[in-house]
Structure formats: C-alpha cells, structure tokens
C-alpha cells in the first residue's frame, strides 16, 4: 500500500485543518434527536458560532436542511473548499464519501462512524479501503468508532460533550468515547478545563502516538490524561512519553489488565491490550503517572496543576479525633509515604496553642477543638507543619476555615459576611506559607463543615482554593505520585542510559551457530554470556559416557550433569537433571541412567549430549530473562528463580535499554528482596554487582538484536559471588 501521499506529521495544515478549520463538513447530518448526526451537526454549528467567518455545511441526500443550514446531496456539491470533514454515515459507504472526499481535497477528516474492524472480518476490510482512500489521497483521519474531538481554545469540535467543557490546560486522549467522555465531565466538575480533546477509536490511520506528539509541541497543553486499551506503537509511545515528561507530566489510566478486559478491550478497538506487567515498566521509565480510575486520574491532574512537587515522602497529618487519625496514618504508610516525626521547635510550638492533651506527635490531633469563629487554630497548626524541616507534604483532615455550628436558621447576615471575611483572610495566610515553603497541602472534605448557604440558594466560593480529597486514601495515593514524579524528575537528570555494551567485552553483531537452530544449548548460550562479560560458571559439552567422566575429572568433583537437548526445555521434569555428582563411576551411572530416562520419556527428542559444570555451593536463586514485547521490543526480567519462579512470580520488568537506577530498583522490587539482603543468618549478596550484572544483561542484548528470548536461571548468589548455573537463548529466525 504506497504511503508517498501521506502528509508528514510536521505538516501542520492537516493539523490545522482538525482543530481550526475555517470550513467544516458534517456528512451524514441529521435532525432526529439522539442521532450522531445531529450531535455531529450541533458541534459543528458551534465551531461556527465561536469564530467569525468559519462556515458549516450539511451533507444528507435525503433533508433539504438540518439546523436550519442547507443540506448538499454529496460534499462534491458544496461550492465552497472544505478542509475538515465529520463523517457519521453507515460503515458499509464510507470508503465510497472517503472517494468523494478525496475528490473534493478534504485534508482531514473525522470517522464517528462504527461497525469496522471492532466489530467483524468485513468491518476490518471496509477500515483496510478507507485507509487505502485516504493514503492515496493524502487525508488523515481520526477513528474511526469514536465520539469525536475538540479545540477548546479554537471551538472547532466534532464531539457534542465539548459545549460542556471550559477551555484550559489539560489535553486528553482517550481509546473509549464515554469513558473519555465521562472524565472531560469529572474534571470539568473540578473546575479543570481542557486545551484539546481527541476520542481516538480504532486508530486505523492516526494512532495515540501521533495526538500524544502533537499535544507535547501545544502551547495550550500543560498536561496529558490518557485512558488506553492497547498502544499500537508501545515503543514510540515509551520514547516520546520519556521526552514529554521532563516538560509536561502524562497521567494514564490503562485497562486490560486482566484476560477478560483485555478481550473486552480488543474487542473495543481491535488493539491487544498487552502484558500489563511490560505497561508499568514502562510507565515507571518513561515518567508516565498511572491512575486506577477517572476519579483518580482527575485527583491527580488536580494535583498536578494546583500543587508544588514534594521534596519528599515524609507527611504530616492534620486530623480532628484520634480515629480519622488512624485511618489516615494507615493508608498513607500502605502508600508508602513515612508518618514522620515532627522537629522539637515544632512540638513545642504546638503545645503552646493546644490543649494539655493533644497527641503530642504527627498525626497532630486537636482533640476536640471544634473552629468557631476567631479561633485560628487549624490555621496556626498548618502553618507550623508546613514549616517544619521534617516533612514534605501535608494531608488535613478538616478544613482550614473557621465553621458554622448550631441552627442555620440562627445566623445573621452579618455574621455570614464576618465568616467569609476571617475564612478568606485564613486562606490568604495558608497560601502565602504553601507558596513560601514550596509544599504540597490538601484537605479531606469529609465532615461537611461548610458555610451556609446564601438566602437565595447560592453557595459561598472563596476566592482561594486549597486542593481538597473526599478520602484520605485518595490524598495519598496523590501525595505517593507526586513525590514519585519529583524523584523521577531528579534521577532522570543524572540516569546514565547504556548505548552499547564496552569495547573489551563487545559480542559479535553476528551470534555464530553451527545450523540452522534457533535455540542455542546451554554450552553455546554460556559461552556467549561470557564473552559479554556476565559471570557464568565453567561448563563443558560431552557427547559419550567416556567424555563425561573425563570432563568432571578436570572440573573437579562434586558435579552437575545435564542433557543438552533442542527439544527439551524443563530438563529436570524428564531426569535431565543430575546434582551432586561426586566420583566417575557415579558420573559413569548417571550417564546411563539419564540417556536411558530420556528416551523413554522423550523417544523423538534430539540428543546432543550433556553438559557438566561444578556443583554450585547453596546460595540464593536467581533469574533474569529476556523476551520481546510486541509492542515495546525487548523487556528484561529479574526475580527469584529455581524452580519455583513460575509459582511464585516474584518478578520485575523493565524496558531495554537498562540504566543504572533501573536496575537498582528492579532489585528492590521484588518481595524476596529481604532474602538478598541477608535473611536469617545468611549472607547478603552483592546488591551493586547484581546491578552491574542487570545492566550489562541490557547492554548485550541491546548490542544483539537477533536475540529473541534469553533466560539466566537460576543465577546463583553465594556471597559476594553471582554467577549463572544455566542458560538459554534464542535467535530470531532469519530469511
């Protein structure tokens, strides 16, 4: 399929022509309530109305007009050049309007229509001939199966929901139209507006990648929500999320994370969801913030534009009762944020404004000091927390503003205007001390201690607003991101990414094999980690009993043997695998004895022999592996091995290439890290030349692209020594 007519990405009159178009084309218009025609159409008409000069037409054969525009038959009729269209026809006439389009040099265009590859074999091929249209002719597309998009700063929108949204600074890229749909609605609900929004369906010409590029160069974009289902481009996505980050925060919400979303999910836009494990990995080295929910991603683009950066994860809690108190502590320790101590300058600053029995320590009880009017309490509390050196952040669990208690009916006017003067006033404090200290503070709205409302229904809105949460959960999973985004930020400056591996230890671009085999045997594959420079211990192939023994003479006793076999994975399940073996004549037995076994078991398997290597001292079990995402290329593996890796699963990921501070934290990940830093009297390994070995795993597998699957395991970690017991690789197949 010839791509030659496809404007570039830096070609910005496409660009211009989906979020500014001076002429918009609705075909497909309608006038029946409820109709993706009349929505369509409705939008349209109001891109039209917030700018001067820019038209809409109607295109439907069959009304002479719709919202009282004259209604053309096909959009060759319209007499004037269109540079967007909205199309919202039936699947099965696309291709022939795309046709039309074409002829009419329409430069973009946007496919509300369903019904193509989400949905059957024939939708896939009616998608295949739009694509094949609008390459030809040089017109990029949105969708199709989506709601639309939108501008909000220029007004042009294809998406009805868009005349609900302010315009601001957040951009939002969403694989699900309502789900999309419904977090436009809960930021708008937080007072959040949007720059720019695309609904971005089945992809079949833009993908995600292409809007998430765009929105990075977009001066009215500050920050990016995401919601996907599967990236068509995982490894583009991965690079251009690590560049955007540094200057603009990603908050992503991502599903198919088990295997029934992820059939939902493919079945949504015929996009494989992935292996979510890879998607975190990604995420944590790209900079990208993950949220579980709509809900959760708005709580963190609140954060994000309203907030500093913590310097740190260590909280100070704020709470009215020793219960809220508990609660609060507990999530935010579950989050991993520190309940810290406070400093003593603090705790005696503290004990001067609360009463004799107040907790004397974070959290930071009141005890029963309800704020009336005057008391500036809760104010002078804050104030005092935020200044203390020991803490990073703050989460208050009542509002900083004095409150209202007894009968509403009771209060007089000019005790309500009293009121919102001193709330004001404490807020302008609390302001000033956030903005002087550079920390991050919210508070939980859950005690309802609000201001009355006005005799006319209206509800007081100060003119300052602190960032509030309805549940301490929901604060701290927010103060845990954004002081995980801070240190990313920091660690990103002085990351040290690997381009090749060194000189001295530089394999062969070609990985020699004596056939045709794609799967190397253990003796080759160690051989090859050796010269990469990864600790692997002596092994030697023998191919007759006589071999055998003389090899585990030269070795030294005890010793491993092991069938080497291209048909054989799981040795040990077959009595592959023989440990211990400690004289010749017991190396001469077992010889016989796993030939023997192994035919049985396996009568078609090749045999190439055995291997033998030193009986390893105990140690801890170790794996690192390799494979190939499809969507971002080679993923590195480390976890605790041996024969249980598969049962316990006690594994981290992380995308190739591999920096220093990746493998440190794919290290500390695990849950088994207690048993490598010494557990029960046993020795610790060496955390640093684990690293080192993680590292160099990355760089040799960068350097070699052919390889296709690599596992080390177990890796074998007896004090200060790691060395690789077993191994095994595979080499893509070539042409």
Known sequence: MSSENIPSLNNSSFWHALFSADSIAVIGAKDIPGSWGLDAMRAAVASAEAKEGRRVYAVNPNLPEVLGIKSY?????????????????????????????????V??????SAGFAEADEEGASLEAETVAIARKAGIRFIGPNCIGHADMHSRVASAAIAGMIPPGPLGLLSQSGTLGASIMQTAAGRGIGLSKMVSTGNEADLHLEDYLEYMAQDDNTKIMAVYIEGLREGRRFYNLAKEITTQKPIVVMKSGTTGESAKAARSHTGALAGSDEVYTAAFKQSGVIRAEDEGELCDMVQALLNLPL??????????????????????????????????????????????PRWSHGNPVDLVGIRPMPGDRT???????????????????????????????GDIKPEQLR????????????????????????????????????????????PKIKLTQYSHPRRAARVMRSLAWYRKYLEDYKKSSIPGSIHEENEPSSEISRPDSRTLLNEVEAKELLKQAGIPVIDTRQARTK?????LSKEIGFPVVMKIISPDIVHKSDIGGVVLGLANAAQVGRAYREMMSSVKQMQSKARIEGVSVQKMSAPGVEMIIGMNKDPQFGPVIMFGLGGILVEVLKDISFRLVPVSSLDAAEMVKEIRGYVLLQGYRGQEPVDISRLEAIIKNISEFIEANPQIGELDINPLMATGDSIVALDARIVINATD
Request: charged share 25%.
């Open 73 to 105: 038959d096909t959009v060759l009729d319209i007499p004037d050049p269109v540079e967007l269209a909205i199309i919202v026809v039936p699947a099965a006439i696309v291709p022939r309007i795309f046709q039309q389009c074409a002829e009419k040099k």
């Open 418 to 461: 009293a009121l919102r003067e001193e709330n004001e006033k404490n807020l302008r404090i609390l302001d000033k001390d956030i903005k002087k200290h550079n920390k991050p503070m919210v508070y939980i709205n859950r005690l309802s201690l609000t201001l009355p409302q006005e005799r006319n229904g209206e509800n007081y809105s």
């Open 107 to 112: 430069k973009a265009a946007v496919i509300v």
């Open 378 to 408: 809760v104010v002078s509390c804050l104030s005092l927390l935020l200044a203390d050196r020991n803490v990073d952040c703050i989460i208050s669990l009542l509002p900083p503003m004095a409150t209202v208690h007894g009968p509403i």
């Open 310 to 355: 913590p310097r740190g994860n260590r909280v100070a809690i704020l709470t009215m009762g020793g219960g809220f108190g508990v609660v609060a502590a507990e999530v935010c320790e579950k989050e991993g944020l520190s309940v810290t101590s406070l400093e003593s300058e603090t705790l005696k600053k503290l004990d001067a404004i609360l009463p």
């Open 546 to 550: 006589k071999e055998a023994v003389s």
